[in-house]
């Protein structure tokens, strides 16, 4: 399988800094071509969250040109990639938290990554920077790890409620905030002509999903011109729809 990639990221209308960061990278396997894709959000209300996305995203990188060949001369399995990721996640909080005691300040970020590989996807999650599958549909993977989504869960907020709520931009997670942090994994199946989207928040808090679809679809990404030309267009309409957020996405398309 071959994919076709586009990553776009703005600073905003707002912001004075992109606390966002992005990681694309594509490997020639044995196993064919193996595929990660990460986006963090350093934490918008707390200070330097641009170093803890950057350090994340430094980690995963490092894991892919170091550690992901020897996983393949073992075996290359999702128990494994699993197991490495926690460690991994586990030595950057308290690499973040390290780094804030001693400059006391507060710093934070969110974390999507995702490993596609033979069909399948594997995704790690923690905080509300998403990832979508397009193909026939639009479906989100990855559940937010928010107030409002768990007052939504339990039923004691609806969705417009929500979108109202002051703290509906609080997190129930992140790395770097927190000793104790619970990531979520999962993992699914995959064909040609899929698109994945990863996006900090600030990319889809004002695009509806019948817009995303409309110019994210894989009939209409032939080739990844295209593909950074939608990512922009899409910032761009974020932006005259005044999202105040740092906006990043990240597209690849299974083909």
């Known amino acids: 399988m071959n994919y076709l990639t586009a990553v776009h990221t703005d ?11 992005v990681l694309l990278r594509i490997a020639d396997t044995d196993y064919g071509k193996v595929v990660l ?17 950057a350090t994340l995203i430094r980690v995963f990188s490092d894991w892919f040109e170091e550690r992901l060949p020897e996983l393949l001369m073992q075996g290359l399995t999702w128990e494994r990639v699993q197991k490495d990721w926690k460690e991994v996640i586990d030595q950057c909080n308290r690499k973040i938290i390290e780094y804030g005691v001693r400059n006391r300040v507060s710093l934070g970020t969110t974390l999507l990554a995702v490993l596609l590989w ?17 193909c026939d549909t639009f479906l ?28 509906r931009n609080v997190l129930l997670q992140c790395v ?12 699914g199946t995959y064909g040609g002509d899929t698109v994945f989207m990863l996006c900090s928040d600030g990319f889809r808090h004002v695009i509806t999903p019948e817009e995303f679809y409309e110019y994210l679809n894989p009939c209409i990404l032939k080739n990844e011109d295209v593909m950074l030309e939608h990512a922009r267009y899409l910032t761009e309409l974020n932006k005259y729809r005044q999202e105040t957020d740092n906006i990043s996405v990240a597209l690849i398309r299974a083909c």
Request: aromatic share 6%.
């Open 37 to 53: 894709g990460v986006i963090c959000d350093g934490m918008g209300g707390l200070a330097r969250g641009e170093v803890a996305s």
């Open 11 to 21: 600073i905003g209308i707002k912001k004075k800094t992109n606390q966002d960061a």
């Open 118 to 134: 033979e069909g399948r996807y594997h995704i790690v999650n923690i905080g509300d920077s998403r990832i979508y599958q397009i």
């Open 140 to 167: 989100q993977l990855t559940r937010d790890q928010t107030y409002i989504q768990r007052e939504m869960d339990l039923g004691n907020m609806t969705y417009e409620e929500a979108m109202r709520h002051p703290q």
């Open 176 to 187: 770097g905030t927190s000793s104790s942090m619970m990531p979520v994994f999962h993992t």
